[in-house]
C-alpha cells in the first residue's frame, strides 16, 4: 500500500514538473526580478535604482548566472538544514514525552 503511494506522489512531482516544458513550446521562463523591472520602467521610465547589490559593488561588474545559481543553492540549503533541524526536534520531543 505505501509502496504504490510513494509511487504515485513520485510520477505526480514528475508530471508537475515537466509538463510545463512540453505543453508551452515557446515560453520564456523568466524571474520575478525581470518581470518587475519590466514594470517599473514602463511605469516609470526615468526611476533609478537607489540601491545595488553588494556583491557586484564588490567585484565591479554582475555575477554570473552560475554563482548566483550556486548562491541561491547554498542559501535553499541553509534554510532546509534548519528547517529539518527544528521539525527532527520536535519529532525527538514528542518522543521523549510519549515515554
Known sequence: MKKSIVIA????????AFIPLFALKDAEFGGSDDAGSTVVEEVDSSYEP???PILERLIGGEL???????????????????????????VERKKWENK
Open 9 to 16: 506522489l513520485i510520477l505526480a512531482v514528475i508530471l508537475i
Open 50 to 52: 537607489w540601491a545595488e
Open 64 to 90: 554570473p548566472g552560475e554563482v548566483e545559481s550556486m548562491l541561491f543553492c547554498v542559501q535553499t540549503g541553509i534554510g532546509v538544514g534548519i528547517l529539518a533541524f527544528c521539525m527532527g526536534r520536535f
